[in-house]
C-alpha cells in the first residue's frame, strides 16, 4: 500500500492550490450562498471531476477529486462553506444523477450541474428526523402523471442557491415503508426556501425547504419507486469517503499558521515554539493531520475501486471531523488573544470545525455504524 499521491493527485492539488489563491482570496462573500465562489470553481471544473467529458466534466476519479479539494482548502481555507455546498452538491445530486438518471434525465440536468452551470440541493434530513432515513415524514402521493410532495426538509446544504432540488420522500403506501427520489425544478409550485444562517461554514446555502403540494411529473422519478433507500446509502458512503479532502487542505494550513506564529510571538524573550507545551501542542496537530489524511485517501482509493467501504469510510468521516475540531482549538490556543480575535480568521476554523462534526452523519452515527459492522451491536 502506497501512503503517497500520485504524480496525477499532487498536480491537481497544485492547480487547486494556485486557483484558489488567485481566485478565491477574496475575505468577502455573501454569508448566505457563496455564488461568486461557485461561479469561480465551476469555470475551474469542481464540479464535474468524476463525471466524464460528455457531460461537462474532467473524466477523473475519487482520489483526483479529494486531491483537488485538498489544494483548495489549503490555499482558501476562509470558504470552507463554498466547498462543502460544492462536495454536497457532486456526492448528493451530480453522481446520484449520473448512476441513477435515465438517459433524458441525464440529458436534460446532468451537464448543467457538472458544469455548475446549475446548483443543486439535496434534501433529505428533516426537523424531526435528524440520520434516521427510517422515520421520514414527507411524503409522495401518486396522482395522475406523476406525484404530490407534501413535507419539511432541514438543514439543506445550497438550498438558498439551487436551482434543482434533489428530494427523498416516503411513498403513501400504508402496508411498507419506502422511500422514493425525485428532481424537482426551478419555480415549482409549492416550494419555499428559508436560509438558516449557522455560527460557521459561511456560503453554504444551507436552508429549510417546504414542500406544500408539490406536484412532480412521473418523468422527474430518480431512480425506480421506493428504491431510494438503497440510492441514497449509496450516495451517503461515496460522500463519506470523500467529502472531507478540503478538510485536510485546511488543517495543511493550520499547522503551517501555527508554527509560523509560534516562531515569530516572542514572550519573556524568546520565541514560544521554544516552550515545551506550545511544541508539542503543535506536534500532535501534525500528527492528527496524517493520520487524518491517510484515512481519508484510504476510502477515497476504495470507493475508487468501487469497493465497498461502510467501516472505512464511517472511520474518516468520523476521524477526520473530530482532529479538524482538536487541531482548531490547538491553533486558537498557540494564538492565545489573537486566535479569539475575529480580524486574525483564527476562530472562524473553529466555528467551521464545529459543522463538520455534524454534517453527513454527526460522530455519534459514525460510530453507531462502526460498532453495527463490527456485530458490538445490532
Not at 407534501?150 to 420522500?169: E, F, P, S
Amino acid at each position: 500500500m502506497s501512503y503517497d499521491l500520485t504524480e496525477q493527485q499532487l498536480n491537481i492539488r497544485g492547480e487547486a492550490e494556485a486557483f484558489a489563491a488567485e481566485h478565491l482570496a477574496a475575505t468577502e462573500f455573501n454569508a448566505t450562498f457563496d455564488r461568486s465562489g461557485w461561479r469561480a470553481c465551476a469555470q475551474f471544473g469542481a464540479m464535474g471531476v468524476t463525471i466524464p467529458t460528455e457531460f461537462g466534466g474532467r473524466g477523473a476519479g475519487l482520489e483526483e477529486f479529494v486531491a483537488m479539494f485538498d489544494g483548495l482548502g489549503y490555499a482558501a481555507p476562509h470558504r470552507l462553506g463554498l466547498f462543502i455546498a460544492i462536495n454536497a452538491h457532486v456526492f448528493g445530486s451530480v453522481e446520484t444523477l449520473f448512476k441513477a438518471g435515465t438517459d433524458e434525465q441525464k440529458q436534460r440536468f446532468l451537464k448543467k450541474l457538472a458544469t455548475g452551470e446549475w446548483v443543486a440541493a439535496h434534501s433529505v434530513t428533516e426537523p424531526d428526523g435528524g440520520s434516521d432515513i427510517g422515520n421520514m415524514k414527507t411524503v409522495a402521493r401518486a396522482v395522475d402523471g406523476g406525484w404530490v410532495i407534501n413535507g419539511i426538509k432541514k438543514y439543506t446544504t445550497c438550498g438558498a442557491g439551487a436551482n434543482l432540488h434533489i428530494v427523498y420522500a416516503r411513498m403513501d403506501d400504508p402496508e411498507r415503508y419506502r422511500l422514493s427520489c425525485f428532481l424537482i425544478e426551478p419555480n415549482t409550485p409549492g416550494m419555499t426556501v428559508r436560509a438558516l444562517p449557522a455560527s460557521g461554514l459561511d456560503g453554504s446555502g444551507l436552508s429549510e425547504v417546504t414542500y406544500d403540494n408539490v406536484r412532480v411529473p412521473s418523468e422527474n422519478l430518480l431512480g425506480k419507486a421506493g428504491a431510494g433507500a438503497m440510492l441514497f446509502q449509496g450516495s451517503i458512503e461515496r460522500e463519506r469517503a470523500c467529502i472531507f479532502g478540503f478538510v485536510i487542505g485546511a488543517m495543511r494550513r493550520q499547522v503551517e499558521l501555527a508554527t509560523e506564529y509560534a516562531r515569530q510571538r516572542v514572550v519573556s524573550g524568546k520565541p514560544i515554539a521554544a516552550y515545551q507545551a506550545i511544541s508539542h501542542r503543535i506536534a500532535e496537530m501534525r500528527v492528527r493531520l496524517d493520520a487524518a489524511q491517510m484515512l481519508l485517501y484510504r476510502a477515497a482509493a476504495l470507493k475508487a475501486a468501487g469497493k465497498r467501504a461502510p467501516v472505512e469510510s464511517a472511520v474518516a468521516k468520523l476521524y477526520v471531523s473530530e482532529a479538524f475540531l482538536e487541531n482548531s482549538l490547538a491553533l486558537s490556543r498557540v494564538h492565545g488573544g489573537n486566535g479569539f480575535l475575529k480580524e486574525n480568521g483564527i476562530e472562524r476554523f473553529v466555528r467551521d470545525a464545529l459543522g463538520t462534526i455534524i454534517f453527513s452523519g454527526t460522530s455519534d452515527i459514525q460510530r453507531n455504524i462502526i460498532a453495527a459492522q463490527m456485530g458490538v451491536r445490532e
